[in-house]
């Protein structure tokens, strides 16, 4: 199964904003879904494309601390 982190970084990435929403609405990450939508909607609605970028930068650097952080996320290599 693909978490939740990886399929954001995908679909931000890729400008998939329907899946991307979709995701928003699923996920067990509040904290998640909360800068997806502040991330949608200033891409949606808002005029000002510092506020789009700063939103969009902000998505992304979540998204780094949770998949560093991440247990689930983390391989371990045995020798």
């Known amino acids: 199964m693909i978490p939740d982190y990886d399929k954001a ?7 998939q904003w329907d899946e991307l929403l979709v995701l928003m609405v699923r996920t067990n990450d509040d904290f998640l879904s909360k800068k ?13 494309e510092d506020k789009i970028m ?7 650097y979540y998204l780094d ?3 560093r ?6 391989i371990y290599l045995e020798v």
């Open 54 to 60: 700063h939103s969009h930068d902000q998505l992304l």
């Open 69 to 74: 952080n991440n247990e689930d996320a983390t």
């Open 9 to 15: 970084l995908y679909y931000t990435l890729w400008g």
């Open 65 to 67: 601390h949770a998949m």
């Open 36 to 48: 997806i939508e502040h991330f949608l909607n200033a891409y949606h609605y808002s005029l000002d």
